[in-house]
Every structure is written in C-alpha cells, then in structure tokens.
C-alpha cells in the first residue's frame, strides 16, 4: 500500500514542494512504478511522497536479498566495493573510538563485511543486526560474531548494551528514520556513539541518470544538516561529522559531471543523560531544490552519456543488444516467493 506521510523530522503534514518524479520499480509488481520527491518546506528534508508501508518494503527485501541473487565470496564480501572509501569511514570511526574493546552493533550488517573490516582495525567484541535470515545464516557460517536476527524495536534485543553502534548506507531506507534512530538509541548505553553513513545530497549521483539516485529503496534524502535534525530529534547529541569527497574517478570530458555521490558520515552520542530534543536547524529548502534541479535538467544528458561510456568501459559494444534482451527475458521472471497485494499506486 502507498499512503502520504507528514514529515518525519518537523511533523509537517502539507506545505511539500514536490521536486522531482522518479520511475522504476527494479520489475517488482507490488512497488508502484512512479516515485514523487519531496521537499519539505519547513525543515528542508527530502523524502518519497507518498510512501510505501513497511510491510511492502520488508517483502521486497525478503526478495531481493536472498544470497542467490548476490555474489557472495566465501569470504562474504561483494566485490566491487569501492575499499578506498571503506578506508577513509574507518580512519574516521576509530578516530572517535579508540577503546578496541568496545561492544560494537552494526546495524543492517547483511553479510557480515563491515563487521570484518572493523576486526580488521583491532576491534574485537562485533555484533550484528539483521532482518533477513539468509544473511544472517551466511554470515554466520563465515564469521564468529554475534548476530542478532531480527528488526529494530524487536522486544528481544537487549538495551543499554553497546558501547557503539554503526549504520552504514541503511538510513536511507527506513520509511520513519527518526523513529528508527530512537529505537538504536535504546540499544546504546549513556554515552555510546552511533556511526550513520549515508550518501549526501548535495552532491548526488549522475552517474547512469537521476532514477539510480531517486528510487523507491531510498526513502530519505539527508543534507548534513537534515541528518544532524533527524539524530537531534532522536534525543542524540553531535559529535563529530565527516563528509567524504565524491569519487571523480567517474569523471571525464563528455560527462563532467559524471562521478558517484559523495557521502555523509556523522557520529552522534546518547548523552550521559536523556535530556529534551535538541532544537533542529532549518534547511534551506529552496537552495536543496535549486541544486536538485540543475542536476535534473542535464540529466538526460548525462544519462545517455554515462550509458555509452560504460558500454565503452566494458568493452560491451557487440555484447550490448545481448544485455538488452536479456533484461528483457529476465524481467519477465515471475515472482512466485510470496502473495502480491494490491497497490493503489
Ligand atoms: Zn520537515
């Protein structure tokens, strides 16, 4: 089901500007096709409106994340991560905690690879967080931490446990993050940090079109500052913020442009004591719609662009009208793994 939602931040019900509309639902019938962007014009955050409900969320999931669909290395890792950008969020996190024995919680560990990049850094008492079972049972057989299969405000998870938590590019897919970060809140103890890493946007990607960037798996679109307001909300305090340059690599004379979003990584503490929300800071809504729609217009542009030049980068030109087809045949797979509901979107 896809409903309106007010502003997840502010609690504002009505005064939206609607920014841009995004297409594409990765082929999955329930999920509606067409995804409006928002602007809150209170607070100034981004966000899907109107939504869809956890319960489709959870099912997609459920679908898209079996290990059958994801190259997984015995050793759990995808490949083709991006290990100089893991480098850079981990100089920072350890900047922050240094105590090597610090209970840590990575919230949304999937397989399992930020936990062993975090061992590889010394630390050594790893836990993990995840919903879907087959991740869980993978990261298991290749790892020895603790995981925790379930979802955030489980009864069964035990509070004021972590000494630290950590969030790496989840925040964005919760459909009321605030709500989700008073529930990692009850996790840590008083003073224990929690590391969120989320794509910046500011500076968001152009690098295959701006439907890569705005799509229904994405729910939230943080500034620095909009981030700052939802862990405020959250009764979290600020301790330190890092944004990682965007990646030019991509970049090049046809599409200059043309590079992977650059991301936000802030580090936010539970103080000593629960105290009042910490007064939120405005954003400027109408500089965040300026920005978006300067990117829009060259969009597709650098859609096209970024096309031909990944086609050139993969040396795919005779293999391309193959892909196509194959695209097309496999969308046509049918989903037979659970029951579709109605949309009304
Ligand atoms: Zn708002």
């Not at 319960?55 to 991560?81: A, L, M, N």
């Not at 690879?113 to 919903?131: D, M, Q, T, V």
């Not at 000593?272 to 719609?289: F, P, S, T, V």
Request: net charge positive; hydrophobic share 35%; with cysteine.
């Amino acid at each position: 089901m896809i409903r309106n939602i007010p502003c997840r931040i502010c609690g504002e019900s009505k005064n939206f500007f609607n920014l841009i509309a995004a297409t594409g639902n990765r082929g999955v019938p329930f999920i509606s096709k067409e995804h409006k962007v928002a602007l809150c014009q209170n607070c100034g955050v981004c966000f899907l409106n109107p939504q869809h409900e956890d319960g489709d969320y959870k099912k997609y999931y459920e679908w898209h994340d079996r290990p059958v669909d994801r190259k997984v290395s015995p050793k759990g890792f995808r490949p083709g991560t991006r290990g100089e950008y893991d480098r850079l969020r981990l100089d920072f996190f350890t900047k922050i905690l240094k105590d090597k024995n610090a209970r840590i919680l990575d919230i949304g560990s999937g397989y399992g690879r930020f936990l062993k990049s975090l061992e590889e850094r010394g630390y050594r008492n790893l836990h993990g967080l995840e919903p879907n079972r087959e991740a869980v049972k993978v990261a298991e057989e290749n790892y020895g931490y603790k995981f925790y299969n379930a979802g955030l405000g489980d009864a069964s998870l035990p509070e004021k446990e972590f000494d630290a938590a950590t969030l790496i590019a989840v925040i964005e897919h919760f459909t009321d993050p605030v709500k989700a970060l008073r529930d990692m809140y009850k996790l840590l103890r008083p003073g224990g940090y929690l590391y969120v890493n989320t794509p910046n946007l500011e500076d968001v990607v152009l690098r295959q079109g701006i439907n890569k960037y705005f799509k229904f798996v994405h729910t939230f679109y943080f500034t620095e500052k909009s981030l700052k307001n939802a862990l405020k909300k959250a009764g979290f305090e600020i301790a330190g913020s890092y944004t990682l340059p965007a990646d030019r690599r991509f970049s090049n004379l046809l599409c200059p442009e043309n590079y992977s979003n650059s991301e936000l990584n802030i580090i936010a503490k539970r103080p000593l004591k629960d105290g009042a929300a910490l007064e939120i800071e405005k954003e400027d809504w109408k500089k965040i719609r300026d920005k978006v729609r300067s990117i829009w217009r060259k969009d597709k542009y650098y859609a096209l662009t970024g096309r031909l030049l990944s086609i050139w980068r993969h040396r795919k030109f005779i293999g391309y009208p193959a892909i196509l087809l194959k695209k097309k045949l496999c969308s046509k797979k049918p989903l037979t793994d659970f029951e579709i509901p109605e949309t009304t979107g």
